[in-house]
């Protein structure tokens, strides 16, 4: 799915047929810190170097948004992973593809239901609900 930048419109696109949006900002010094922070905490489950990870959120069109979106996911993450010490690499991976999916979810619409209505692997989680519960009563990073 894609979102039009015109309309707001949401529609499907053959992927093969997606290009690479125009580098948009020059990151600050800050941003750029920031950054490989978030790198930092991701990249044991995503794989993305610190050079991929700033060319595509300078490629947003509110990179500050995106990196507080970012700062916040990693807050949780490892907040979830405080108080599961026994995670499996499969569990964490799955809280990653929990967390990612929830913050593109639509103001009031992440629920266990709607996470498990995209990663239905996710009702193996143990404590799920916790989870579910922590995201959703977390605030923005400031």
């Known amino acids: 799915m894609v979102i039009s930048r015109q309309t707001g419109d949401r529609f499907w696109a053959d992927p ?12 600050t010094a800050g941003q750029l810190e920031r950054i490989q922070g978030i790198q930092r905490t991701f990249e044991p ?8 990870w700033v060319e595509n959120i300078s490629r947003d069109g509110d ?4 990196i507080r ?20 690499r499969s569990q964490k991976e799955l809280i990653v593809r929990i ?4 913050s593109m979810m639509p103001d009031g619409m992440l629920s266990t239901d709607s996470i498990l209505s995209v990663i239905p692997a996710a009702k193996s ?18």
């Open 16 to 27: 093969a047929s997606l290009k690479m949006g125009e580098k948009r900002i020059t990151l």
């Open 125 to 142: 989680l143990p404590d799920l609900v916790r989870l579910i519960n922590r995201i959703v009563n977390s605030e923005e990073v400031p």
């Open 69 to 88: 979106i970012w700062e916040r996911l990693a807050r949780l993450l490892d907040d979830e992973l405080m108080v599961r010490p026994l995670a499996n």
């Open 99 to 102: 967390l990612i999916s929830a």
């Open 63 to 66: 990179p500050e948004k995106e």
């Open 45 to 52: 489950y995503l794989g993305d170097s610190s050079d991929v």
